[in-house]
């Protein structure tokens, strides 16, 4: 007889729903929330657990394994039967018995006088090299420690050791205003802020049943959509950098460059930080957007023409850096990553912040270097594209009333958006205007994963060029 | 010409940082400001460097690192706390798993992130600083 919290998930998956969140709360609670994605429906399944035990899914749904790793490390509970339960976000520097949302400390820990490396899991075996890489680079990136089995030039196994950059946030979200959420959110992460922003805004409207009106949604849409192009376009130019590509990598750099003086004259932040708020957003002018989209197409085309046209650093993509369909969806793979392998998954199409605006989704099959860059260059032009749209109605559009949220706000709701990096969720609990739990599931969590099965087989010096290509966030997953 | 003595290497550590500084720092490099011309420059190796340079609130598993790179530069050299959380006045600064900026900064540069021709700026200052008396910290 299986459990019914296994038999109940293991059904969700094999329904081909989408997990958005598995999380716990302090008083033993497991819960997944799955999402449909012909229906837009949710679907919840809990688990009132037994003391500090759970029944482990990671040997059945492996996309969970981290999920229940940080449940282990930061609640205590654990996830009975799990294959590799070493810590995730947990380093020797925590103090023992130290579990920090089951703890809710007011006060930082005394760390211990450790290094902060964790075990690393590696081959053993003639010929076989150990190439630590990490925390610190030789480049400007974010910070992360990979240990890598060579067997010459070529990778055997890739072990990420993330959550160096682990600074607390669900925790120090916990008790907060409704007020003072919005500027820690807007910060998790700088290359996914607005939609962050959005999934806030978009909890808070749902649990005070506010209906935004359509003024407010084309405002947003026009955000997350010129996030998609700022964040597209840092990608974009990173990926030609990793081979070497140098002209393709600093006019795409101008582009952005470009990009972000117009967001800061439209919006008044070259990031888009604190531009989204429940009820509000940034007002534009419409006229602007379309000059401004009208103005980077005239940079964009010519760099399209520039890169789609070299043979050299096509062939250079190709092959390299491969992740499967079936892959993807083992892992639960999200954004360009699942895209360009063939998954066709986009939240947005099921929005009702898009509403007609019919978003389509870009899906190629290969799923190597080339495809990934491909997604991005076609998604970016459909985001200059969903902007115009955005803008053209904006224009015809009153004002809408400045609406703020209730004091005593209460309730929990799960919510979503399409980042630049694949579906981002919060799953967010409020008791009378303060914050309970907040977690956050952004797309990356899930395409880390993925990288360390991409990179074996592949020669070490490519690592650089795949990581690039996949692009995933440290922040956003570290917290 | 300019009164540009000599040249001002950097190491930089993220510590924690949202990305929005790292951003900013690479759009240096790009043809915009183009910092490589007046004589600062990334490096690889904390062994080339004459400056540290911190991003990010200073989270716990990143604070010997950052420590262990300070040590491996060789002196007369700086600190730099680049944006609000490395300056300790950042968002998360009361967050659990960070130590609340980069401490013992000799020079400080606001904002969340930094606008990069500000930050140009600062650092072009500094290195007047650095250049006119290398035991003089930039803070002084």
């Not at chain 1, 294959?83 to 703890?103: E, G, H, Q, V």
């Not at chain 2, 940082?17 to 720092?25: A, K, R, T």
Request: glycine content about 8%; proline content about 7%; hydrophobic content about 40%.
């Amino acid at each position: 007889m299986v459990n019914p919290w296994i038999r109940q998930n293991v059904a969700m998956k094999e329904a081909h729903a989408e997990l958005l969140t598995l999380t716990a709360t302090r008083d033993h609670r497991l819960q997944a929330t799955w999402l449909h994605p012909r229906s837009g429906c949710q679907e919840q399944v809990t688990l009132e657990a037994s003391q500090e035990y759970f029944p482990s899914l990671t040997p059945m749904l492996p996309e969970v394994a981290w999920d229940e790793r940080e449940i282990h490390d930061v609640f205590g509970y654990i996830p009975n039967g799990h294959p590799d339960l070493r810590p995730l976000l947990r380093t020797p520097r925590w103090p023992d018995n130290f579990r920090p949302l089951r703890d809710r400390p007011s006060a930082r820990p005394a760390w211990r006088d450790a290094e902060p490396d964790n075990p690393a899991l590696t081959v053993e075996g003639e010929g076989v090299t150990i190439m630590k890489v990490g925390p610190t680079h030789a480049g400007v990136i974010e910070s992360g420690h990979f240990v890598f089995s060579l067997m010459g030039e070529n990778v055997l196994h890739m072990d990420a050791h993330l959550f160096q950059n682990h600074r607390g946030v669900e925790s120090l979200l916990e008790g907060q205003t409704v007020d003072a959420v919005g500027a820690i959110v807007t910060r998790i992460c700088a290359a996914d802020t607005v939609s962050h922003q959005t999934n806030w805004a978009l909890a808070v409207e749902a649990l005070a049943g506010y209906d935004s009106g359509a003024g407010l949604t084309l405002g947003r849409i026009v955000l997350l959509e010129s996030e998609r192009v700022l964040s597209h376009l840092n990608d974009l130019a990173q990926i030609p950098a990793g081979v070497g590509f140098q002209v393709a990598h600093q006019q795409a750099l101008a582009i952005k460059e470009a990009w972000q003086r117009s967001l800061q004259r439209l919006y008044g932040h070259r990031f888009l930080f604190d531009t989204v708020r429940p009820g509000w957003v940034v007002p534009v002018d419409p006229e602007d957007l379309l000059r401004l989209v009208h103005a980077i197409r005239r940079q964009w085309t010519p760099w399209r023409r520039l890169v789609e046209g070299h043979h050299g650093f096509n062939d250079r993509m190709a092959g390299v850096g491969v992740t499967t369909l079936a892959e993807v969806i083992r892992f639960g793979g999200q954004g360009v990553v699942s895209r360009s392998a063939g998954k066709v998954f986009d939240a947005r199409t099921l929005l009702p912040l898009y509403q007609d605006l019919r978003p389509v989704p870009v899906v190629e099959s290969d799923g190597d270097v080339r495809a990934r860059f491909s997604v991005r260059v076609q998604e970016l032009e459909e985001s200059l594209r969903l902007i115009e749209q955005a803008a053209a109605r904006l224009r015809a559009m009153p004002r809408d009333a400045r609406w703020c949220p209730p004091d005593a706000v209460s309730g929990q709701v799960v919510v979503y958006t399409e980042s630049p990096h694949g579906l981002n969720v919060h799953d967010v609990a409020v008791v009378r205007g303060r914050v309970l739990r907040y977690h956050i599931r952004a797309g990356t969590y899930r395409n880390w994963p993925l990288l360390a099965h991409a990179v074996p087989g592949n020669a070490v010096a490519d690592f650089p060029l795949i990581n690039k290509s996949f692009e995933l966030c440290y922040s956003c997953t570290d917290r | 010409m300019s009164n540009i003595r000599h040249s001002l290497q950097i190491r930089h550590v993220d510590a924690g940082s949202c990305n929005g500084c790292e951003q900013e720092l690479t759009a240096l490099t790009s043809r915009a400001y183009d910092f490589q011309q007046v004589g600062l420059d990334w490096v690889a190796s904390p062994r080339h460097a004459d400056a540290l340079l911190v991003t990010g609130p200073l989270s716990d598993a990143m604070a010997r690192p950052v420590e262990r790179v300070w040590a491996a530069i060789p002196a007369p050299k700086w600190r730099i706390a680049f944006g609000d959380c490395a300056a300790g006045c950042g968002v998360f600064q009361s967050a659990y798993a960070t130590h609340g900026g980069f401490p013992k900064a000799d020079l400080v540069i606001r904002g969340c992130p930094p606008e990069p021709g500000a930050a140009l700026q600062q650092l072009r200052d500094a290195m007047r600083w650095t250049a006119i008396d290398p035991n003089r910290q930039v803070g002084d």
